[in-house]
């Protein structure tokens, strides 16, 4: 979009390599928003914007960071506000996901089973024929062996059944806490068998890749105010804005769950076949998940959260933020349809106000 668009009824304008640094508030009235800094990364220059409302939607890290270094958030002792620190919240309750991930190589007899039948667990179903996979029909299961059988008679010299076009596995193992006493089943994470385009699952030359299946389990992690990212202002980033530093940890529970996580996916893989070699069970380094909240958390006070169900900004009357940023609790799956759900509540919130505001 160009931002000197002059269409009429422009309402929307797009500005390439700018960020948003800060945020500065009405002279007689810190309650509310005036305008907001925004630095053309090329050429330097600040741009100050005026608005009748203000959202930040930066991320779980970045969104946090401008609104400390608008005068939010526990500066130690030397809040820029006389009131004293607000937004006690401001970059607590951080919670992110861990990951465990491995590669495995389909079995022999697995890869054998597109073309013949081979022995599977019985079935509830008394019709099921015992030899086709559970939850197929035979008429599916004899699709899928006439594709393979079709690719084999086009190409003899393949050593693999499998069409170089087939699509690739997406499984999911569902999160899963359910029942209670001897029958409770308590599985806090969720799985995802497939093959992605990650660069630490990249298979290279090592073997097929329509053989290999990438298994990857994400696991929660218990809330707690003691998990931040924090700001400081002796301490700078590339773009001069206070540099986010991480104080966090995984609790003994966390690191039981997570034990009990990396068992599950063992337990999977070895029924699908053998460990890739260098891809072998592993826990992925923190923060890779990309999966972090809580940092602008939601709540019903600014003792323990930054802004209210509508994501407005506790004590301003013009200010909402939005992300996984918002979101209150701990998640063991992609989180981005619950922040859509946030942020469409807060736009209905915020379109409600704009009329009252008088505009249409």
């Known amino acids: 979009m160009n931002p000197k668009c002059n269409c ?11 960020k948003v640094v800060k945020l500065n508030r009405k002279g007689d ?28 939607a930066c991320g779980a890290i970045c969104t946090p960071q401008i609104l400390w270094n ?11 506000n006389p009131k004293g620190p607000e937004l006690r919240a401001l970059g607590r309750y951080l919670t992110e996901q861990s990951l465990a991930f491995c590669q495995i190589v389909l079995k022999r007899e697995l890869v054998r089973s597109l073309l013949y039948s081979t022995p599977t667990p019985p079935s509830d179903d008394q ?44 499984v999911n193992v ?44 994400f696991g929660i992690q218990e809330i707690s105010a003691c998990n931040r990212v924090k700001f400081e202002d002796k301490y700078t980033d590339i773009y001069n804005l206070p540099q986010p530093t991480f104080e966090v940890h995984r609790s003994e529970a966390d690191a039981e ?3 009990d996580m990396m ?23 923190p923060g890779l998940a990309l999966h972090i909240t809580g940092t602008t958390c939601i709540g019903e006070n600014d003792s323990n959260s930054v802004a209210n169900k509508f994501s407005r900004v506790h004590g301003q009357v013009n200010l909402y933020v939005g992300g996984n940023n918002v979101i209150p609790d701990a998640t063991a799956c992609n989180p981005t349809l619950t922040s859509v759900a946030y942020a469409i509540y807060s736009a209905e919130e915020i379109v ?3 009329k009252q505001m008088g505009n249409n």
């Open 29 to 56: 009235d810190d309650s509310v928003i005036k305008s907001a800094e925004v630095r053309n990364l090329r050429t330097g220059e600040t741009v100050i914007v005026e608005a009748k409302i203000f959202i930040i």
């Open 257 to 259: 769950r997570d034990h």
């Open 70 to 80: 608008s005068g939010f958030g526990d500066h130690g002792g030397s809040s820029p």
């Open 174 to 217: 569902k999160f899963t806490v359910e029942g209670s006493g001897s029958e409770r089943v308590y599985k806090p994470w969720h799985g995802q068998i497939h093959r992605d385009a990650f660069s630490y699952g990249d298979v290279g030359p090592r073997a097929d890749p329509r053989v290999i299946v990438d298994l990857r389990f």
């Open 263 to 285: 068992l599950d996916m063992c337990e999977a893989a070895h029924a699908l076949g053998a460990f890739l070699p260098g891809s072998y069970p592993q826990f992925m380094q």
């Open 8 to 18: 009429e009824n422009c309402r929307f304008s797009l500005h390439p390599e700018h």
């Open 127 to 170: 019709n099921q024929d015992p030899l086709t996979p559970l939850g197929w029909s035979k008429q599916e299961i004899e699709s899928v062996r006439n594709k393979c059988r079709a690719h084999l008679e086009r190409f003899p010299d393949d050593p693999l059944p499998i069409p170089f076009n087939d699509p690739e596995p997406q």
């Open 352 to 354: 409600r106000t704009l």
